[in-house]
């Protein structure tokens, strides 16, 4: 994060450690029980004494729903709920000197979420937001100098499952191999060929076959929707929207074996951002719905036909097949809120790990060299 000049002669930056979590287009992304590290700094061009009397670490979650114009005047919505705020004091003094010859001061901290399942980080949506913020204070006497804020990138637990067999639809035109899905991952299905009843494996019988279908070309059109519902406000619609989508011409002569019954066709590639299903949030809930159509043409003709789009319900996941999440694992609004509890209900700030028993830096004296071994 770029540092956030002062009037004072400080900056104020806020930055996350690499090694923690995983990574979602290079962005740093945590779930429930993640750890992640990171540091407050303060610099200047030289060194001086920071007029400070406390710096503190503020992390907050909270979810809102944006106002919505359910007709012309009328607006809904305006809700924040906040899912948890905490805080930590990184230093609290007199004043903050640098060490002799320093021009910066590193604060580190050490957070560690609970193993509760929140709604997914989710920006930009037409309905809805939920954000998880870190806010780096200077403070005195009560009255803040400087701030800078960080997003973090959450995601939720969301199990996934291998289908035993394909799905079978539209009189077997259509298998699907999955339902269930994680961001990446490609859906994949195996087409029936339009023409497979004109095909023969005698000479005659293929030749007429050809010339009796080369005139029709079938287009395979397939569209993944997102599918939210905003259950915190009264008379709001739906909202389907196109994630991805793709079309093919059905290639009949090239790079596909004409007795073939059928072919595997890669339909959509999901978007490795794309937000999870969740179902558990009482402010709004995601879903997926694939829908494939085929549609048949007559080149040079000047009919069309288009049959009913085939639909398919998709879970979009974040664990892998086989991968379970905690059974400790607590939803967060259905949470019973019990005072001797709920440290483990909110995230937490830990004390920075000491490294005291690791093994000593290695020094080249203790072991001989690799050719003063090869050499004896």
């Known amino acids: 994060m770029l540092a956030k000049p ?6 104020l930056t806020l930055e996350l450690l690499p090694e923690f979590g995983w990574s979602i287009r290079g962005e740093p992304t945590y779930g429930p029980g993640s750890v992640f590290q990171g540091f407050v700094k303060i610099s200047s061009q030289q060194r001086q004494i920071v007029d400070a009397d406390s710096i503190q670490l503020r992390f907050q979650g909270v979810e809102s729903v944006h106002p ?16 948890f705020a ?37 920006d930009e949506h037409e309905y809805y937001q939920c954000t998880f913020k870190l806010i780096a204070i200077v403070e005195k006497a009560g009255r803040t100098l400087q701030s800078i804020e960080k997003k973090i990138s959450y995601r939720p637990f969301i199990e996934t499952c291998v289908l ?33 009843r004109h095909r023969s494996t005698s000479t005659s019988s ?14 395979i059109t397939a569209k993944l929707y997102q599918i939210s519902m905003l259950h915190a406000v009264d008379d709001v619609p739906k909202l389907a929207k196109v994630i991805v989508s793709k079309s093919w011409d059905e290639d009949r002569d090239a790079d596909q074996d004409a007795f073939d019954e059928s072919y595997k066709l890669d339909l959509l590639h999901i978007p490795s951002d794309i937000i999870p299903s969740y179902s558990y949030s009482s402010i709004m809930t995601v879903s997926y719905q694939l829908k494939v159509w085929f549609k048949q043409k007559k080149l040079g003709g000047l009919w069309t036909t288009t049959g009913q789009a085939i639909e398919f319900p998709l879970t ?3 664990l892998g097949y086989g991968v379970r999440a905690p059974t400790q694992l607590q939803i967060y609004s259905t949470m019973v809120q019990q005072q001797e509890d709920q440290s483990e209900q909110i995230p937490r700030f830990m004390r ?21 071994t090869i050499s004896s």
């Open 316 to 318: 979009i996941g974040t």
């Open 6 to 11: 002062s009037q004072s002669g400080y900056s």
């Open 206 to 219: 293929s030749s007429s076959a050809s010339s009796s279908t080369s005139s029709i070309k079938r287009i």
């Open 86 to 122: 905490v805080k930590h004091v990184l230093w609290k003094g007199q004043c903050l000197d640098p060490s002799s010859g320093e021009t910066s001061v590193a604060l580190p901290f050490t957070i560690q979420m609970p193993v509760v399942q929140y709604p997914p980080s989710i």
């Open 352 to 372: 920075a790990v000491e490294y005291s028993d690791s093994l000593p830096a290695y020094e080249g004296t203790r072991l001989p060299t690799y050719h003063d």
């Open 164 to 196: 035993k067999r394909p799905i079978d639809a539209f009189s077997g035109q259509i298998k699907l191999h999955g339902l269930e899905y994680v961001p990446g991952d490609m859906i994949t299905a195996t087409i029936k060929r339009s023409d497979v």
């Open 68 to 83: 919505i114009e359910i007709s012309p005047g009328v607006l809904r919505g305006r809700r924040h709920q906040s899912l």
